[in-house]
């Protein structure tokens, strides 16, 4: 049987083989290939991320002392109260790593009426001891009480009249979008003073705080904006809502589908408007306007308001570490690279909004090693290879070169073996090889044809013949390839038992058919 048929159990079998080991291959590339990388989410962008994690809640307030003056019985009176006077909530977005809130004049001005309603009756209610009607129990509206005598002095005081003395000390409570709901006591940095201003607040410990990126003075609003702001106090169960948006460019007006008064009212008011295709902030919404629209504060006014109070536009660690996270998870990525960028934006700063993204990543991890190649980063994830794919292709590479490879070897041992004889092989574990196999080996080494011109010798044609030594089987006979004899003058030489060729001394693999030897 030829040497090629013998590698592949039958030269019929060959081809069958090859299509085997090619439909292996074709199946292990089509797997991998056919394993879709996660999808890309396409509601989620860095940039628009990156905003909402820098929104905050600012809340307005003023101490308010008053002191009420009666000298009407001929003896002067005095009864004075402090209280703190709720005035309103806003929405405010940092704009600088150093902790500086933008927002808009509505949300920081004091209404002096509404400090002295409120302050004046909490002061005959709690201080001077008369009940007010007429109110519903709310402190902050006007009320009266049933005592004649008492019943002009808290017109009075409502009035502020100069025997009802009012002291007032705005707050500036800034409540960041943070796991642990709190807040921070915010400087005012410069003086706003009327509809369509800016006002600047400082917050301390805002080194490593979310910040969003100002679009350019001259930025054109898109078709589609957003409206970012916080109906409620933010924490990790009241995140902030977005309200889609058009501007007018040539009026500044905005304008939704739905009727702002109510989200302005709850707080949405002074909130980013942001483009959703870079995340960046084109605008505060400013005062409403009647028929539920609102005027936008310009990002040029951001800007101009910012450069009058020495306040440059910054980014944070944060910023860098969490928008490279959001750009993992919008690939379609929750692996190890998201989780691992959410989990060290946490260590400058407590997020809420980080941490139930990283919540969300953990959550929908795949089972399987997906994941792996989004280790690489963001920049070699989008290549469209995946690992797996890869190392399919690479392992179906090596299968068909080692097909190449037996083939060739295949078609090298044909020749070697074409004067063998068609006799099936012989059992056992040695097989024959036809004696004529000489005929194939280097000429150098037949003693027959082509004698070397100097004598040799060996340490075995010297010697007497060995007295078992096999007889001559003549031209058609086999010997057996390991203890037949071998051909005058080959006496120490080894033959391969693949082909039957000569081997040369110390060598390990035969020169004829590749077959290892020794």
Known sequence: MPASAECFAGGRARVPLVRVLLGIVALVCLTAAGSPAPSASAELHSGTEGTKAALVRVELSA???????????????????????????????????????ATTWENIRVDADQVAVYA?????????????????????????????????????????????????????????????????????????????????????????????????????????????????????????????????????????????TGPFGAGVSGGPVVDPSTGQVIGLAGPPQDGGSATLVTAAQIRAAMDEAGVEPSSSKFDVVFRRGIDHLASGNPGRSAQGALEESLTYYDSALATSHLHQAQASEPTDSADAAAAAGPGEETGGLRWGAFLAILIGALLVAGIVAALVLGRRRTPATAGADSRPPETGRWRSVPASVASVLPARWRGDTHPDPAPRHSRSADAPAPPDAAPDHGDDATVDARTGPAPDGFDGRRFCAQCGAAVGPGARFCTGCGHPVG
């Open 120 to 260: 004046a009756n909490e002061l005959f209610a709690d201080v001077i001891g008369v009940a007010i009607v007429g109110n519903d129990g709310d402190p902050a509206k006007r009320g009266s009480t049933p005592d004649p005598y008492w019943g002009p002095h808290l017109q009075h005081c409502y009035d502020q009249v100069t025997h009802c003395v009012h002291f007032r000390v705005p707050q500036y409570h800034v409540r960041t979008y943070t796991t642990e709901p709190g807040g921070v006591m915010a400087e005012l940095l410069n003086s706003p003073s009327g509809p369509g201003d800016v006002a600047l607040l400082r917050i301390s410990g805002g080194g490593g705080a979310p910040t969003a990126t100002v679009a350019a003075a001259d930025a054109a609003p898109g078709a589609d904006d957003l409206l970012l702001g916080f109906t409620r106090r933010p924490g990790p169960e009241h995140g902030p809502v977005q309200l889609p948006v058009t501007l007018d460019a040539a009026t500044d007006v905005i304008s939704s589908p739905e009727d702002l």
């Open 63 to 101: 101490v308010a002392e008053i002191v009420h003056i009666d000298h009407s019985s001929g003896e002067v009176e005095i009864a004075r109260g402090r209280t703190t006077v709720p005035l309103g909530a806003g929405t405010g977005v940092l704009v600088s790593a150093d902790g500086v809130v």
